[in-house]
Every structure is written in C-alpha cells, then in structure tokens.
C-alpha cells in the first residue's frame, strides 16, 4: 500500500506547454506601471492546471478553518524566466530553498498548517535534511548480516526525529506542498492561494521567502524554439525584458487586506540593506520586511516593522557552530508579532 503523501499537487510545473509555444494572442506588454499589476492578470493566461490546485487549496483552508488553526503560506525557491517558448534558457533567480524549508518546519512545530509554494525540485521539509546535494539518504544506510537494508545504528535517534516530524505532518494534513517553475506560474499561483486564504482573515500569514524576478520577457515577444547562437543577432544575444508587476501591492491593498504579511529583502551590499527594507514597508504598508544579505543570511536577519523601526536577529559563533539555525529564532518572534496582529486586527 502506497503511503499518504503530503497532498502533493500532481501538477508539474518544471516542463513548458508546448500548446502555447507559438501562441502570439498575447498582446504586446506595455512597461510595467502600477495599473498594469491587475492588467498583467487580465492580458495572460493562467497556467493550466490552476483550477486544480484552487481545489487543493480550498480545502486544506476550510479544514484547518474549522479547527481555527492558523494558515501560513511559506513561498520558497527562485521563480525562472523563460527566454525561449519551447524553454531551452532561462534567467533563474538564487535561492536553494533553505529559508522556506526551514521555517515551514518550525511553523509545522508550533501548531501552524502550512501551504508551502515553492520551486520544484528545490528544497522540502524534512526530506531538506537527506537532500541528494547534502547528506545524501544512501549514505546513512547499509545491509545488515541477513542482507536487509537498515538505517546505520549511529543515524538512528536523528532520523526517527525527522521520520517523526514528517508523519506527524503528513497524516495530520497539517502540510500542502505546491510547485511553481516561472515567475508567471508563481505570480498566478501566488494571487489563487491568497484570495483563497482571505477567508480566514488576520489567521493568515504570508512569508514571502521566494526569491521572486523583478524582469521577465512578455509571450508576445518570446520567440518559439531554442535561440540559434551563430546566425541570430550576428551572434550576439540581446533581451529586452520588462519589469516584473510589483505584485505585493495588490497582495496587501486586495487579495488578502486582514492577513499578516511579511516579505524578504535581499541585498547583496550592507549599505542599502536598511533602506530598502524600509522603503519596501512604506512603499506596500504590509506589517514586517525581513532584511537578508546573501552572504550572511544564515547567521543574521533584521526585522523592520512600522511600530518598532529595525533590530537584528543573529546567531551567536557558539550558536552557529553548534548548527543552530537562524529560522528557529526568526519563527518565535514571527508567531509573537502574528498573536498581536490577530488580537488588533480582530477588534477592528
Ligand atoms: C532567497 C533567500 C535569501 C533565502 O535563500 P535560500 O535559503 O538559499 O533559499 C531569502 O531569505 C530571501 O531573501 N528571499 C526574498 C528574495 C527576494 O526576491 N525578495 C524581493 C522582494 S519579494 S519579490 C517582490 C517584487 N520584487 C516587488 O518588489 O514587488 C526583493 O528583494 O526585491
């Protein structure tokens, strides 16, 4: 008997859809301008299998609704921008999918069920610990005198914690995992889960750690098949690209106004770290941006919040060395600020 799963959405959503590789019905996309947040929706179409995943999801939110279980949509991994229909490249954007895999677990910990929207193939509660890039599973297990596969004994008390955590997640329904590759994909997905999520009011979190393009190539200037290097462009590749809707003002002003949303910034210069987390908190009015640099954003995070301006949150060496991991400081202060935001927002 084949085991539950975590009601893994069947879709996949790594592959193209060769119906639409020369579909020119899209009209040109003009510059992105804030009326153009709504008219991105309205001028492409959704992605195929979205009113199968709306099914999923509408049901994980009522069930967990009935037991007034808080709901938060955890966003992981890098969206792509596909340059060719039939997809040959794609500009990518860095995210391993720790962040999100991390703190959804921590959110599964404290009682929270999670929608966990990430890029397939990235990186997944649980299974992150035995990743076939890190601690590869085969590596933890060998044949026994009578040549039966067993987990090595040094493994085992590790590993039943994790095994633990995961069924505990699974057969509670407490987990619903659900794909995106592009940016387009991601931003339909994203706007479905959040309307649906708008039912449960302020027992709804968004913790946008999906590390999102801010440019993508419009369908009605894609060509159809794989770029040809010696003959196209004297050789030369030249992409126009246009900027990405900034899509977390209508998240906050429409798809979901009483939920609590938190958003990453990352930066890469330490210099405008600070600003731009501030300006993205007065430019959206959502209630915490999460400030990252790549370099450091395993050891430290600043939270920027309208009521409290910013503090750090950071491991200590003794911390990090002992493999502490930031998201088991970050989440607590996150389920603390959700509490108040609850308790405001349900006597407005
Ligand atoms: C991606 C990482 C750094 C985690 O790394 P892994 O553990 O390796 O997965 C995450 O912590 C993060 O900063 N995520 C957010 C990254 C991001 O793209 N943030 C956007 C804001 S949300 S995208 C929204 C859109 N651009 C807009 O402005 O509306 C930005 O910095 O601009």
Known sequence: MTPPSPTISRVRTSVFEPATAIDRTFPEFPAAQPIDENNYFKKHKPPPYLSEISKDVANFIASHNKQNRKVVLVTSGGTTVPLENNTVRFIDNFSAGTRGATSAEYFLENGYAVIFLHREFSLLPYSRHYSHTTNCFLDYMNEDENGQVVINAEYQNEMRVVLRKYQNARDKGLLLVVPFTTVHQYLFTLKLISQELSVIGPNGLFYLAAAVSDFFLPHSRMPEHKIQSQNDNDGKLRVSLEAVPKFLSRLVDSWAPLAMIISFKLETDSNILLSKARG??????????????????????????????EHWIRLTDEQHANGTEIESLIIPEIMSLHEKWCEKTSTL
């Open 280 to 309: 993205a908190l007065e430019r959206y009015n959502h209630q915490l941006v999460i400030g990252n640099l790549l370099q450091t954003r395993k050891k430290e995070v600043v939270f920027v919040t309208p009521e409290e301006g």
